[in-house]
């Protein structure tokens, strides 16, 4: 059974920076984390869970929710199945609980929503 483990979150002040990273363990059956397009998703207060950047398995497919564009960075290392997330003058809006998990469809104008294995998530918490 696959693993995901997030961590990187913590608490800053608007316009700070955070980096998250997710590491996937126990692939099975022959898969890898190579074969899966990987995602962050974040879920607010009150909110429903939001896909906010996805790439696919080797990073020539990259998506950003229009609220991030600029501002967020997604990148893998399929060596060590780590998925990665830097996000640059962070704003109140940008606080939750932000998890990794495969998107049924990542391309560079879409992602849908997660499947397969998630993980606990890591909280951001940006205050003015």
């Known amino acids: 059974q696959v693993q995901v483990v997030e961590s990187g979150g913590g608490s800053v002040l608007a316009g700070g920076s955070l980096r998250l990273s997710c590491t996937a363990s126990?692939?099975?059956?022959?898969?890898?984390?190579?074969?899966?397009?990987m995602g962050w998703f974040r879920q607010g207060p009150g909110s429903e869970r939001e896909g906010v950047s996805c790439?696919?398995?080797?990073?020539?497919?990259?998506y950003y929710v229009e609220s991030v564009k600029g501002r967020f960075t997604i990148s893998r290392d399929n060596a060590k199945n780590t998925l990665y997330l830097q996000m640059n003058n962070l704003k109140p809006e940008d606080s939750g609980m932000y998890y990794c998990?495969?998107?049924?469809?990542?391309?560079?104008?879409?992602?849908?929503?997660?499947?397969?294995?998630w993980g606990h998530g890591t909280q951001v918490t940006v205050s003015q």
């Open positions: 998990a495969p998107p049924y469809v990542c391309v560079s104008t879409n992602m849908g929503r997660a499947f397969g294995f």
């Open positions: 126990g692939f099975e059956d022959g898969l890898s984390f190579s074969n899966y397009a």
């Open positions: 790439i696919n398995w080797n990073g020539d497919h990259i």
